[in-house]
């Protein structure tokens, strides 16, 4: 099944080194399914609770792995696990991990994050985050964590716009600063974005100009509200500066 234009990019930006991805809030499996057939990593783990949706998934990867004209390129392993995604069972597996969760709000994913870095604080973890609302705090749960930023990309569809936030966790008994340094390109998470500013065609200008001027309007209808406080938000997206090159 084709994929839509922002499970692409998700699946675009997936490079391989990863012992085990979890696709997470996976819904019906089309991203993970994706990784699967391209043997992304050796282990692809199916994450959702809802449990109608991951008997049916689990039947329709019994069937794609049984089938004698798939089964010699699907070389993955291939696990589904009903669980709350705070509650992954990182530790039972050993290598890199990669955890992607996409499709719900960047408020929730901000309550995952924190709660797998504090249940694994050591763990060689990246995170590919694609939240469809609340960026902001998003962003500010990484940057708690101490997280650094590997890549990220904004998209529009359907009318929507979307970030695409890759990151790291770097909490393995190093020194953060003496580790990004090291790496020599990793670099903190900004609290509103850097490459997704960056545009180099006329399109990408068009579309970072358009979500800029909705998040703006966004939090100055929030601003008029006299319990509400988020002018610091709004000073942070007026100093972002739309490159071109």
């Not at 994929?3 to 979890?22: A, F, N, P």
């Not at 529009?156 to 990151?167: D, G, S, V």
């Not at 909705?214 to 006299?226: A, C, E, T, W």
């Amino acid at each position: 099944m084709k994929l839509s234009k922002r499970l692409q990019q998700l699946d675009d930006m997936v490079l391989s080194g990863y012992d085990h991805i979890w696709d997470c809030c996976c819904d019906h499996g089309f991203l993970g399914g994706a990784l699967l057939m391209r043997q992304a990593a050796p282990n692809i783990h199916f994450v959702d609770i809802v449990v109608e949706l991951m008997n049916e998934l689990e039947q329709k990867l019994v069937r794609l792995n049984s089938s004698s004209k798939l089964k010699p390129t699907v070389q993955s392993n291939w696990f589904t696990h009903c669980i709350d995604v705070a509650k992954l069972p990182l530790d039972k597996y050993c290598g890199k991990h990669l955890v992607i969760i996409a499709g719900v709000g960047g408020d929730l994913i901000s309550e995952f994050i924190q709660s797998i870095h504090h249940n694994y604080p050591k763990l060689n973890i990246d995170f590919l985050l694609c939240p469809v609302h609340h960026q902001f705090k998003l962003r500010q749960a990484l940057i708690s964590i101490n997280c650094s930023l590997k890549n990220e990309a904004l998209i529009q569809e359907n009318q929507r716009f979307y970030e695409i936030i890759h990151a790291s966790n770097l909490q393995q008994g190093v020194d953060r600063e003496d580790k990004v340094q090291q790496s020599g390109q990793l670099q903190p998470v900004s609290a509103v974005g850097t490459q997704i500013w960056q545009a180099n065609t006329a399109e990408n200008i068009n579309v970072s100009q358009q979500y800029l001027q909705k998040i703006l309007s966004h939090y100055q209808r929030i601003q008029l509200d006299p319990n509400a406080n988020v002018q610091h938000i709004i000073d942070a997206y007026q100093s972002v500066d739309i490159a071109t090159h």
